[in-house]
């Protein structure tokens, strides 16, 4: 048993002080520090630095670690020259990207207070970095693959990859998952048998959709900058299907869209009716110039994401809040600080359906401490003080163990 002790705790029901958390891989009790104490007296205590806080881990939703060796090669601006870039440096990336580089990024993501993240993995090259590394990882198996004639191929391969994935649960804190890459680049049929296999083994889903008015021009009329791309690299002039036939497609199954930048107030109604969720990814969506996705009129659950090195210039949780805060300048600055706190910590653990996310009894003891510069006079700004003075946090947990 341990009792940690902050000047602040975040909960559920905002920020608390005067309380400490007793905790073993879960938190057993939150209460006043001398109380705890006396309830728990062979429990080490752990005081914090002062002027700190006390948050749940951090949950980064969506991580895409294979182009983790991008600096300067891809080119942002616009997504069809940055989806060319893409095929052209493709290979030379992926090739520079080893373990060791990718195993750099989650260290670098840990003590930015990441105790989770979802990893997007299109070949399964980073099974083994996210089995080495100390955070829980929801592995997305990505599927990809619009050509009918090799679909048998394809999903055969991708459920090795599931299966790989699965075979680490035991023994890791990787959690299988199936990822959609997109609506234009999956066959209906394969699709299907994806999102089948998820509900099979209840496993998290994750899909990309209508990040670029490029990939809404191709699904709905088979036109715009994507044809040529179609035309060069598949031999096709025309999509495998359309927006509303996509969506309809996981009507049973709640599903974590990343994106949605280019969606209709009409087509994220209806994500909302079926229980869908978003990962907003502030900083790719801007250096890609697919848009703002509007989330002041969101009536659908969203976590904040950093998306992948290939439309980022870091993973780091905090550099992409801070982003978000200049992004949706409409939003009182106060209010938009706590919903994007609550969007990496409550919202995205729901999302997930994971057991973290809250400080709260039963909840995994997954923790990220964040040490203020100075006291802080309003109790009400520590949610804005907490995103502007910190890159990274002072002390992480995972399941009760220190690991910063």
Same mark, same amino acid.
């Given at each position: 048993?341990?009792?940690?002790?902050?000047?602040?705790?975040?909960?559920?029901?905002?920020?608390?002080?005067?309380?400490?958390?007793?905790?073993?891989?879960?938190?057993?009790?939150?209460?006043?520090?001398?109380?705890?104490?006396?309830?728990?007296?062979?429990?080490?205590?752990?005081?914090?630095?002062?002027?700190?806080?006390?948050?749940?881990?951090?949950?980064?939703?969506?991580?895409?670690?294979?182009?983790?060796?991008?600096?300067?090669?891809?080119?942002?601006?616009?997504?069809?020259?940055?989806?060319?870039?893409?095929?052209?440096?493709?290979?030379?990336?992926?090739?520079?990207?080893?373990? +060791?580089?990718?195993?750099?990024?989650?260290?670098?993501?840990? $003590? &930015?207070? %990441?105790?989770?993240?979802? @990893? !997007?993995? =299109?070949?399964?090259?980073?099974?083994?970095?996210?089995?080495?590394?100390?955070?829980?990882?929801?592995?997305?198996?990505?599927?990809?693959?619009?050509?009918?004639?090799?679909?048998?191929?394809?999903?055969?391969?991708?459920? +090795?990859?599931?299966?790989?994935?699965?075979?680490?649960?035991? $023994? &890791?804190? %990787?959690?299988?998952?199936? @990822? !959609?890459? =997109?609506?234009?680049?999956?066959?209906?049929?394969?699709?299907?048998?994806?999102?089948?296999?998820?509900?099979?083994?209840?496993?998290?889903?994750?899909?990309?959709?209508?990040?670029?008015?490029?990939?809404?021009?191709?699904? +709905?009329?088979?036109?715009?900058?994507?044809?040529?791309?179609?035309?060069?690299?598949?031999?096709?002039?025309?999509?495998?299907?359309?927006?509303?036939?996509?969506?309809?497609?996981?009507?049973?199954?709640?599903?974590?869209?990343?994106?949605?930048?280019?969606?209709?107030?009409?087509?994220?109604?209806?994500?909302?009716?079926?229980?869908?969720?978003?990962?907003?990814?502030?900083?790719?969506?801007?250096?890609?110039?697919?848009?703002?996705?509007?989330?002041?009129?969101?009536?659908?659950?969203?976590?904040?994401?950093?998306?992948?090195?290939?439309?980022?210039?870091?993973?780091?949780?905090?550099?992409?809040?801070?982003?978000?805060?200049?992004?949706?300048?409409?939003?009182?600055?106060?209010?938009?600080?706590?919903?994007?706190?609550?969007?990496?910590?409550?919202?995205?653990?729901?999302?997930?359906?994971?057991?973290?996310?809250?400080?709260?009894?039963?909840?995994?003891?997954?923790?990220?401490?964040?040490?203020?510069?100075?006291?802080?006079?309003?109790?009400?700004?520590?949610?804005?003080?907490?995103?502007?003075?910190?890159?990274?946090?002072?002390?992480?947990?995972?399941?009760?163990?220190?690991?910063?």
């Amino acid at each position: 048993m341990k009792i940690i002790n902050a000047d602040f705790l975040y909960t559920p029901h905002g920020y608390i002080q005067n309380q400490a958390v007793a905790f073993t891989e879960i938190i057993k009790d939150i209460g006043p520090l001398e109380e705890l104490i006396l309830r728990y007296p062979d429990a080490k205590v752990i005081h914090t630095k002062p002027n700190s806080i006390l948050y749940p881990g951090f949950i980064n939703t969506h991580v895409h670690l294979e182009f983790s060796a991008n600096k300067t090669s891809l080119v942002y601006g616009s997504f069809k020259p940055w989806l060319d870039s893409v095929i052209e440096h493709r290979e030379e990336l992926m090739g520079a990207c080893n373990n +060791e580089m990718m195993l750099h990024e989650c260290q670098k993501m840990l $003590r &930015s207070g %990441i105790t989770t993240f979802g @990893a !997007i993995s =299109s070949f399964g090259n980073e099974l083994e970095v996210c089995e080495k590394t100390p955070q829980r990882v929801v592995f997305f198996n990505e599927l990809i693959g619009s050509n009918a004639m090799y679909a048998d191929m394809l999903y055969g391969d991708f459920q +090795e990859r599931v299966r790989a994935s699965q075979s680490c649960e035991k $023994r &890791s804190r %990787i959690i299988p998952a199936i @990822a !959609i890459h =997109s609506p234009y680049s999956v066959h209906p049929i394969l699709l299907q048998k994806a999102v089948n296999l998820a509900k099979k083994h209840t496993m998290p889903l994750s899909a990309h959709f209508l990040e670029s008015q490029a990939e809404r021009e191709w699904l +709905e009329s088979s036109s715009g900058t994507l044809k040529a791309f179609f035309l060069k690299y598949f031999n096709t002039s025309t999509t495998v299907t359309n927006i509303e036939e996509f969506m309809h497609a996981f009507d049973t199954y709640p599903t974590h869209f990343a994106h949605c930048v280019q969606a209709t107030e009409d087509e994220l109604d209806y994500l909302t009716k079926k229980g869908h969720s978003i990962a907003h990814c502030p900083r790719s969506n801007r250096y890609l110039g697919c848009g703002r996705l509007a989330i002041e009129d969101l009536s659908l659950p969203f976590s904040i994401a950093t998306d992948g090195l290939s439309s980022n210039d870091s993973l780091n949780i905090f550099d992409e809040l801070k982003a978000a805060i200049m992004l949706h300048n409409d939003i009182p600055i106060q209010e938009l600080s706590e919903k994007l706190l609550r969007a990496v910590t409550t919202d995205a653990a729901d999302i997930l359906g994971l057991n973290c996310g809250k400080i709260e009894v039963d909840k995994l003891a997954d923790f990220a401490v964040v040490t203020l510069p100075e006291a802080p006079k309003r109790t009400e700004e520590l949610a804005l003080w907490t995103i502007l003075h910190t890159k990274e946090v002072s002390e992480v947990y995972i399941e009760g163990e220190k690991y910063v």
